[in-house]
């Protein structure tokens, strides 16, 4: 019996035998051997959660394995694989498809006012662009700077010039002049991302929160598909939603945050009772909580900012409402995989 973080408080584990990894992010070398363990849920779920983690020097990063490597299993079953890389950002991979959310991977988060606000990565501290592996496509939700960093796009527009860009119009002024392969999403609309291999991922933009004037244009969250259409996955990084838009929706897993994040009569961030509702308005099966406060900040906002609640008050709220949701807690670096019953 072994521990996996986030996981272990929830299911039971049984390890398997150690097996030759292939290094997510290519600046490792490019094999190594460790065990690994598989959870084996206690509803009546039979889906398959999976984490792997190798430590180099202190630094944790992520691994997958050479016979799942495109997403999905032998047996046609799709897989999401979920890399929370902190603060807003992911890396899916579905499909052999992988996603790239949110990026905040050069320099600091300090929206050009370090002085009012300066954040840095607890644990990721020196991922760079250059760790990433070939991206398929970049998602955007929103079109300020913890969203559409400027000071990770421009460089990441130079590795990637033709890279597949899914945005809110929002976010148009910042993205067009750095990449020419752009689908701005209104809420209700879809598009489809092709991968070289065939498959398809379909992704859809929900309304998200309203940054401005009562009449302005929404920011986005999204609803992606599998290939197979086994899986569907709902993200949208404040916690705050249109229900009317998403009570006809299903979502087997829900990516939000959880934990509050308060100014003086003012929620920047939703969470709690909120992210409960919404699990259960899509009847989510898997809830990944991200921890976008969690972050080294510091400047005259970082000072006033509030947190609200826990991650283990969010799953007693949470089994009130849907007992048979599982909260799966990622490791930044370390993916979570998901994998359709």
């Not at 899916?92 to 370090?114: R, S, T």
Request: charged letters at 20%; one cysteine or more.
């Amino acid at each position: 019996m072994a521990a996996i973080p986030g996981l272990n408080s929830l299911i039971p584990l049984s390890s398997k035998p150690c097996r030759t990894r292939t290094p997510l992010f290519p600046s490792l070398p490019s094999t190594t051997s460790l065990c690994f363990f598989t959870a084996k849920p206690t509803s009546s779920l039979s889906s398959k959660i999976s984490t792997f983690s190798w430590k180099l020097g202190g630094a944790v990063s992520a691994v997958v394995s050479q016979e799942s490597v495109t997403g999905s299993s032998s047996s046609g079953t799709d897989v999401f694989k979920l890399t929370y890389l902190e603060g807003n950002s992911w890396l899916w991979e579905v499909g052999g498809l992988k996603i790239l959310v949110d990026p905040i991977l050069v320099g600091n988060l300090d929206f050009g006012i370090p002085w009012l606000y300066d954040a840095a990565k607890k644990f990721l501290k020196n991922f760079q662009l250059s760790d990433l592996p070939e991206i398929d496509c970049l998602l955007i939700t929103q079109s300020l700077d913890d969203h559409c960093h400027l000071k990770t796009l421009k460089p990441l527009s130079k590795k990637y010039p033709n890279l597949r860009v899914l945005a809110t119009p929002n976010a148009k002024e910042l993205l067009d002049p750095l990449f020419s392969n752009i689908t701005y999403l209104e809420p209700g609309q879809s598009s489809v991302i092709e991968g070289s291999n065939g498959s398809k991922v379909k992704v859809q933009a929900t309304a998200g929160p309203v940054l401005g004037p009562p009449w302005q244009r929404p920011e986005n969250g999204y609803l992606v598909t599998s290939p197979l259409d086994q899986l569907t996955l709902y993200y949208e990084p404040h916690c705050v939603y249109n229900k009317n838009f998403l009570e006809k929706e299903r979502a087997d897993i829900v990516i939000t945050p959880v934990i509050k994040q308060l100014l003086p009569n003012f929620t920047l961030v939703s969470g709690q009772d909120d992210a409960v509702q919404l699990a259960k308005l899509l009847n989510a099966k898997f809830i990944v909580p991200m921890k976008n406060g969690d972050l080294d900040s510091k400047g005259l906002l970082a000072s006033v900012i509030q947190a609200e609640g826990t991650i283990e008050s969010f799953k007693e709220l949470l089994s009130k409402e849907l007992p048979d949701a599982q909260v799966l807690e990622p490791t930044p670096g370390v993916p979570v995989e998901i994998q359709a019953p």
